[in-house]
């Protein structure tokens, strides 16, 4: 079982910045893909960025060049850089967790709430 808490959203104008952590339980932490995904209100849950545990990531089309998902295997941590945030940006952020790479979230977090003001 592993366990996510998710923590440093918040409200920031357009072009600011932010910086999600997500703290996660568990010996095997290193060898789970980690991810984060957003769901805005009124829309589907939608996929953020994700890095697998050798350090390989993928990213959203809208958020390519913006975000930048990393990982600490030391301390259990997977983090996700927000620069140039856009009013579309806003969601609520989850991060999730797999076990098996490239493949389906086992694990998610509760979320953290992402505002961007114009």
């Known amino acids: 079982q592993v366990q996510l808490v998710e923590s440093g959203g918040g409200l920031v104008q357009a072009g600011g910045s932010l910086r999600l952590s997500c703290a996660a339980s568990?010996?095997?932490?290193?060898?789970?893909?980690m991810g984060w995904y957003r769901q805005a209100p009124g829309k589907q849950r939608e996929f953020v960025a994700r890095?697998?545990?050798?350090?390989?990531?993928n990213y959203a089309d809208s958020v390519k060049g913006r975000f930048t998902i990393s990982r600490d295997n030391a301390n259990n941590t997977a983090c996700l850089q927000m620069n140039s945030l856009k009013p579309e940006d806003t969601a609520v952020y989850y991060c999730?967790?797999?076990?098996?790479?490239?493949?389906?979230?086992?694990?998610w977090g509760q979320g953290t709430q992402v505002t961007v003001s114009s």
């Open positions: 890095i697998s545990s050798g350090g390989r990531t």
């Open positions: 999730a967790a797999g076990s098996t790479p490239w493949s389906t979230m086992d694990y």
């Open positions: 568990g010996s095997i932490f290193r060898t789970y893909d």
